[in-house]
T-cell receptor, first 119, second 112 residues
Framework: GAVVSQHPSRVICKSGTSVKIECRSLDFQATTMFWYRQFPKQSLMLMATSNEGSKATYEQGVEKDKFLINHASLTLSTLTVTSAHPEDSSFYIC???????????????FGPGTRLTVL | GNSVTQMEGPVTLSEEAFLTINCTYTATGYPSLFWYVQYPGEGLQLLLKATKADDKGSNKGFEATYRKETTSFHLEKGSVQVSDSAVYFCALSGEGRRALTFGSGTRLQVQP
């Protein structure tokens, strides 16, 4: 089955530093990947849509200069949290859609998530 | 805009009990509907899906039927096991929008 990996799985950093999270589709190609944020015991909130070879599309209220997204290849998207602060601490999850998905159902495959803790 | 509403948890059941987790949605047109499951310490996994009205998705004993007339996609299982303990998310993908809109999640705890 389709597998999406994220790295790192857990990161602790000091306030003011930047953190990069990688999302990779391991056995399929994805022109579009999605980045979500999940607060404890809450649902996933879409942050942005990452498009291969073009700029990401951010949801309302998400600072594009704060959360930098790069989608340089069909199998890799990165999210960089710049100048992280404690309020950025959260669980970040990516998902990817297979470009050859012919089911029409828009099935997405999720990474295991990255837990970010900013001290 | 699109939205998904699912019942509050946690839901606590004994093993072999019948499970229903309600999910209703608001969307224009004909969205695709999904149930995802998140086991402790793991990422989301697709449990089942339905792409058009009256479709029934099923997997691992779980079922959900896409009811357009009631805008619902309730999750059911006839006999739950301890290993089913997890958080279940109902989600939809609207027409022309490929990102998913999630419900708040329902935690299921199954006791032996």
């Amino acid at each position: 089955g389709a597998v999406v990996s994220q790295h790192p799985s857990r990161v602790i950093c000091k306030s003011g530093t930047s953190v990069k999270i990688e999302c990779r589709s391991l056995d399929f190609q994805a022109t579009t990947m999605f980045w979500y944020r999940q607060f404890p015991k809450q649902s996933l909130m879409l942050m942005a849509t990452s498009n291969e070879g073009s700029k990401a599309t951010y949801e309302q209220g998400v600072e594009k200069d704060k959360f930098l997204i790069n989608h340089a290849s069909l199998t890799l998207s990165t999210l960089t949290v710049t100048s992280a602060h404690p309020e950025d601490s959260s669980f970040y999850i990516c998902s990817a859609r297979d470009i050859y998905d012919i089911t029409g159902g828009n099935e997405q495959f999720f990474g295991p998530g990255t837990r970010l803790t900013v001290l | 805009g699109n939205s998904v509403t699912q019942m509050e948890g946690p839901v606590t059941l004994s093993e072999e009990a019948f499970l229903t987790i309600n999910c209703t949605y608001t969307a224009t047109g004909y969205p695709s509907l999904f149930w995802y499951v998140q086991y402790p310490g793991e990422g989301l996994q697709l449990l089942l899906k339905a792409t058009k009205a009256d479709d029934k998705g099923s997997n691992k004993g779980f079922e959900a039927t896409y009811r357009k007339e009631t805008t619902s996609f309730h999750l059911e299982k006839g006999s739950v096991q301890v290993s089913d303990s997890a958080v279940y998310f109902c989600a939809l993908s609207g027409e022309g929008r490929r990102a998913l809109t999630f419900g708040s999640g329902t935690r299921l705890q199954v006791q032996p």
